[in-house]
């Protein structure tokens, strides 16, 4: 988290009862905006303390959350439903399910043959469906989750530079660098100076997603902010990527949770 971003707990007294929530100040913004995040619940993000008018939110939050508070209720509990669910798996060497490129895939764990120093990752066809057959070598320590990452990584960073080349070719820009990283607020990213980020746990959705997500960020490339003509851009590289950023924000949770 940047230096000047600050966060801080707090509660707000609702007709329903209180609400915890994290107080984020940022630099950035300019208004006051709700996110219900999947792991942290509801973050209320507002400008720094020195902006005039934001010295004290707490009346202007309760008054905010207190509107909307059928909708934010809503989304914890289903979002609470869905880590109930998470729990409930079984563990990843243990026969868990999980998301790859969007298709069910189930986690199979075996030896490595004798002599093979590094474990590596297959996606096979199994008798009940797709698997990803996990070889663990017996010299490594790591646990599952890991060498999955690890493989997920890599494979996301192919598939997100040909996305990326294939929708830059279409605007005629180019980006200054590409970062695969595990982020929990954004799936991707765009710098002022052209370096474009996004989260491995893109792999696990459907490629559809995947796309969207890539050419959100190029359309950034020629117009950095969010205005109609940005839109604009979005519309034209990918018509349904509306469709894709509902399907992200619903399965969220699913995806960040894969391999906990």
């Known amino acids: 988290m940047a230096a000047s971003v600050t966060e801080e707990a707090r509660v707000a007294h609702l007709p329903g009862g209180p609400l915890p929530y994290t107080l984020r100040r940022s630099p950035r913004a300019t208004r006051l905006r709700v996110v219900i995040h999947p792991e942290r619940g509801v973050v209320v993000t507002v400008p720094p303390a020195r ?31 869905t880590r109930d669910r998470l729990d409930d798996r079984p563990a990843l060497e243990n026969g868990r399910t999980i998301p790859y490129l969007g298709v069910p895939h189930l986690v199979r764990v075996i030896a ?37 990452e690890a493989w997920f990584r890599a494979r996301a960073r192919v598939l997100l530079d040909d996305a990326v080349a294939r929708h830059a070719a279409a605007m005629g820009v180019r980006c200054a660098s590409i970062t695969i990283r595990d982020t929990t607020s954004r799936w991707g990213s765009c710098s002022r100076r052209g370096a474009l980020s996004f989260s491995w746990r893109l792999l696990l959705a459907p490629p559809g997603a995947l796309d969207a997500v890539a050419a959100h960020e190029v359309c950034h490339l020629k117009v950095f902010g969010h205005n109609a003509a940005f839109w604009g851009l979005v519309e034209r590289l990918v018509p349904d990527h509306l469709v894709w950023r509902r399907w992200l924000k619903r399965h969220a949770a699913e995806l960040h949770a894969a391999l906990a």
């Open 112 to 148: 490595a043959p004798a002599g093979v120093r590094t474990s590596q990752v297959s996606r096979v066809g199994g008798d009940e469906g797709d698997e990803l057959l996990v070889e663990r070598a017996a010299r490594d320590a790591r646990p599952v989750a890991v060498i999955l």
């Open 51 to 81: 902006r005039r008018g934001w010295g004290d939110p707490a009346a202007l939050v309760t008054g905010f959350l207190a509107e909307r508070e059928p909708w934010v209720r809503r989304h914890l509990g289903r979002q609470a439903a």
